[in-house]
């Protein structure tokens, strides 16, 4: 039982760096439609730049992991310039080359990084006790964090003026555009909105996982797999699919020692077969 | 065609003398090269013909490579390993196309790839595979006393597979099988409407490319004699897949060009190794983005250009060309074929119904389309089906055509139950269909679009490919006889090496009615067919559906053109909300007060009855 729990909260811990992956996948496919299959390498990007503020430049890790929000943030409207021809194609040309910008991020990334990586040290690191539960503090912090980034996610999109517009642009490109909001603005903060989850997600993960620029493929693999658990396009479903995955991850970990992967993946593969759209459900609508 | 022919021999006579340029250390990577040329074919079987995003390729390159390694290791001969290894390649492939029966695009894409992860962390942690040492000092395959272990002879060993592989695959893709693939990648709703049995052609093209990788896996365990998880990483299934893009990816010359091309570049800028990925990758955007179609559809464009611009040379100036522009095609007029006029009601028809639908509700989430609607339309009649927008037409031929299946309710095609049956299933009981919003075969000629619904046979009968392919050849000649006899009848053989997008609005829409008529059905069903139709198309539409009648099968459209539905019409179905509130001949509908009222609304009613004429 004591096993049990522990794993749980560490899944939850993972979750909570896949809702993130998801979320910032999520918006940026319902804003601009576009299907962004290197959100991973930016994650990793992100990881970087937060590894290389606290361990290079001896920022406190909070004050590191914004900055690299920040930074990630800017550097995501360099790259929604360069993906803008890619919006709006059909999904597999779209998966396609974003994939091979995936490439290229991380290919520049063991360019300025090197590929051996680097590990950070987790900031807070004295376990805790709870109940007779021994838990990793630092799964605490990054659930907490998640926690909170995704209720300041849902309140940028639900309860400001610029959220309400990319939501519009989500639903109705054209009618926002007759209504005065500037599509392209608005897909452009997306992305960047976007990057900076993906830079918070990297800057949790790295304490975690080993900072190296392959990071990127597992995180945006998991967290996409993660968005489409839970429900494609549907940021509630991401967050959901996120916890889930986490949960399912973690599970197979502790069962399976090195053979979570494989059975994470199957795992995954007959879920979507069961339920193709997600715990939550996507809106399809197929006109014949 | 011989000028294809001639490049082609040109293309083998180069990779023949190939290695005489190069020195022993570009030989072997020639060999790679080569290998992953193979590797390139499959994806391009799979997802340039038949569209199913593959992301798994480099595992089942990875089954066949370890297959072979663990059965030569253990003693097997290495030709007997390497059978095996090819079904071990293919019973994976099946394992990994069960996804791609329920989920597409994206979705694959995420589920291919995962799965490809499984399979390198299973075998990077199973003593069976070496784990991440792998394998090494696995045998030279002995082949008739050549010496294989010669780079040099393995290319030439090398250089055959890839041309057998690459003449079976452009056999596999221009008859039958790849006609259904490449429909179904254009458009798989249609595909199924004519017969196309999706399940087992996206299990097919899995196997297939499933096959080709293990081909590629086997060569590759003979060539390094080496294997071990590095090999089928997720970074080799990136760069395979950039190399079918760059190369083209509807074409199987270029996606084999495009990997061997990149394998070169690879090696050329090995002390780069960064810069090379950034280079691909970059490559593989400004691809996408700019070239779709690849290296392949940028030559055939600037040869295009270039033969329009000698042609125009060649001509003078005198002619005022270009006059009839390729976009100008167009269809000869329809002529009648009917020998006797059919009048109202014809010969054909009898007490049979063609078609009965008994208390069909359709119901999305909370959204009622269709509520407890009868219809009965018997054989040989020409039956109309009115209703204002939205008022549940389309969503009735969805449910008679298999697309959706009723929330309750039951159909009957021919006296058989049909309520629960899938489109393509329908389509093979004589229900043929067009749709409101054209849904040709894009990339699929005019004849191909034709030739794919002349196909009656099932998917198994592909048996053939493999064990005796003359019969598919001569099967495909016949098949091309009756194509050509069809578009003949249809006006349509000026224009059946077309795509369909350069053809007129009207054009199309005939095409669509030969594609539908191509199934020889029993009962076709129009949707909106004289949409965006010009008068004189309107009248050659008509005489077509008369035509279409008189040879015998039951004809039901949906129709806004209320001249065209009562001139042509035996009986008259109109719909309002979702119910069936008149059916009856078309004069009594036309002045039924219920109709009037949901045309032309409630108030309107009360200056007496007339006739229901709308978008005349």
Not at chain 2, 344 to 354: K, R, W
Not at chain 2, 389 to 416: C, D, H, M, Q, W
Not at chain 2, 467 to 480: C, E, I, K
Request: proline share 3%; net charge positive; hydrophobic share 55%.
């Amino acid at each position: 039982m004591q096993l049990f729990f522990q794993t749980l909260v560490g899944g939850i811990g993972f979750g909570a760096v896949y809702a993130l992956v998801g979320m910032g996948f999520t918006i940026v496919y319902r804003t601009m439609g576009l299907v962004n299959f290197a959100h991973g390498q930016i994650a990793m990007i992100g990881a970087f730049l937060s590894a290389t503020f606290f361990l290079d430049t001896k920022l406190p890790f909070a004050v590191a992991a914004i900055m690299s929000m920040a930074a990630t943030a800017v550097v995501g409207l360099a790259i929604e310039g360069i993906l803008r021809p890619l919006e709006a194609r059909d999904f597999d040309l779209m998966l396609i080359g974003t994939l091979g910008f995936g490439v290229v991020l991380e290919a520049v990334a063991t360019r300025i990084w090197g590929a051996t990586g680097r590990a950070v040290p987790a900031p807070v690191d004295r376990p805790l006790q709870i109940f007779g539960i021994i838990i990793r503090t630092y799964d605490l912090v990054v659930i907490g964090v998640g926690a909170v980034a995704t209720v300041a996610v849902w309140v940028l999109l639900n309860r400001t003026k610029a959220g309400a517009a990319m939501q519009a642009v989500a639903m109705d490109r054209d009618a926002a555009t007759s209504v005065g909001i500037r599509v392209g603005r608005s897909n452009a903060m997306a992305f960047a909105l976007g990057a900076g989850l993906a830079a918070l997600a990297g800057s949790l993960a790295a304490p975690l996982l080993y900072v190296t620029p392959s990071l990127g493929s597992s995180l945006g693999i998991k967290g996409f797999c993660a968005a489409i658990l839970g429900g494609f396009g549907n940021i509630n479903g991401a967050v959901i699919g996120g916890l889930a995955f986490g949960i399912l991850d973690g599970f197979a970990a502790g069962h399976f020692q090195q053979y979570s992967d494989t059975v994470t993946f199957l795992v995954f593969a007959v879920a979507i077969m069961v339920r193709p759209t997600g715990i939550l459900g996507e809106l399809t609508v197929n006109r014949a | 065609m011989t000028r294809k022919a001639a490049g082609l021999v040109l293309l083998a006579v180069l990779a023949c003398l190939l290695p005489h340029q190069l020195n022993i250390y570009w030989i072997h990577v020639a060999d790679v090269a080569v290998i992953y040329g193979i590797l390139a074919l499959g994806l391009a079987l799979t997802m340039g013909a038949a569209g199913q995003v593959n992301l798994a390729q480099v595992a089942f390159f990875g089954v066949g490579a370890y297959a072979s390694a663990i059965l030569t290791t253990h003693g097997w001969p290495f030709w007997v390993a390497a059978i095996v290894a090819l079904l071990a390649a293919a019973l994976v492939g099946l394992l990994v196309s069960i996804p791609a029966l329920r989920v597409q695009s994206h979705y694959l894409g995420i589920v291919t790839l995962g799965l490809s992860l499984a399979f390198t962390n299973l075998v990077t942690n199973t003593a069976l595979t070496g784990q991440a040492d792998g394998l090494n000092s696995l045998v030279v395959p002995p082949l008739f006393g050549l010496n294989l272990s010669s780079d040099l002879v393995y290319y030439y060993v090398e250089i055959v597979a890839l041309a057998l592989c690459l003449a079976w695959a452009a056999f596999v893709v221009h008859t039958r099988l790849g006609r259904r693939f490449r429909a179904m990648r254009d458009d798989p709703l249609a595909a199924a409407s004519i017969g196309a049995e999706i399940p087992y052609l996206r299990i097919t093209a899995f196997v297939l490319g499933a096959v080709f990788g293990g081909v590629a896996g086997v060569l590759y365990a003979g060539l390094i004699r080496y294997v071990s998880p590095a090999s089928f990483s997720l970074s080799s299934m990136f760069f395979v897949l950039a190399g079918f893009i760059i190369g083209g990816r509807f074409s199987l010359l270029g996606a084999v060009g495009g990997a061997v091309f990149l394998v070169l570049l690879r090696e050329e800028l090995s002390n780069y190794e960064a810069y090379a990925q950034i280079l691909y990758g970059g490559l593989v955007v400004v691809i996408v983005v700019f070239a779709p179609t690849g290296l392949v559809g940028i030559v055939r464009s600037v040869a295009k250009a270039f033969k329009r611009r000698t042609e125009r040379f060649s001509e003078g100036r005198a002619q005022v060309s270009d006059e009839a522009s390729p976009t100008g095609l167009s269809a000869r007029p329809y002529r009648a074929v009917r020998l006797s006029d059919g009048g109202s009601l014809a010969g054909v028809a009898d007490s049979s119904a063609a078609l009965l639908i008994e208390h069909v509700t359709k119901r999305f989430r909370g959204l009622t389309a269709l509520e407890d609607v009868d219809l009965l339309v018997p054989a040989g009649q020409i039956r109309g089906i009115v209703g204002p927008n939205g008022s549940g037409k389309t969503t009735l031929f969805n449910i008679i055509s298999g697309i959706y299946a009723p929330t309750t309710g039951t159909t009957e095609v021919f006296g058989f139950r049909t309520t629960r049956a899938t489109s393509y299933r329908l389509a093979r009981r004589g229900v043929a269909r067009t749709f409101q919003n054209l849904r040709l075969f894009g990339r699929l000629t005019v004849r191909d679009n034709v030739l794919v619904a002349l196909d009656q046979s099932r998917t198994i009968w592909a048996w053939r490919y493999l064990l005796w392919p003359f019969g598919v050849l001569r099967a495909d000649a016949v098949m091309r006889q009756e194509a050509d006899a069809l578009l003949a009848l249809y006006g349509l053989l000026e224009v059946a090496d077309s795509l369909p997008g350069v053809l007129s609005y009207g054009t199309q829409r005939r095409v669509e009615i030969a594609r539908a008529m191509a199934r020889r059905p029993r009962i076709l069903l129009l949707d909106e067919p004289a949409a965006g139709l010009n008068g004189q198309e309107m009248h050659q539409l008509a005489e077509i559906v008369r035509d279409v009648r008189a040879s015998g099968v039951t004809v039901v459209l949906i129709e806004h053109n209320m001249g065209l539905v009562m001139s042509l019409c035996d009986q008259v179905t109109v719909l309002a909300s979702g119910r069936v509130i008149a059916d009856n001949v078309p004069e009594v509908v036309a002045y039924d007060e219920a109709v009037i009222a949901a045309y032309l609304g409630e108030s309107s009613g009360d200056n007496g009855p007339r006739p229901a004429q709308v978008n005349t």
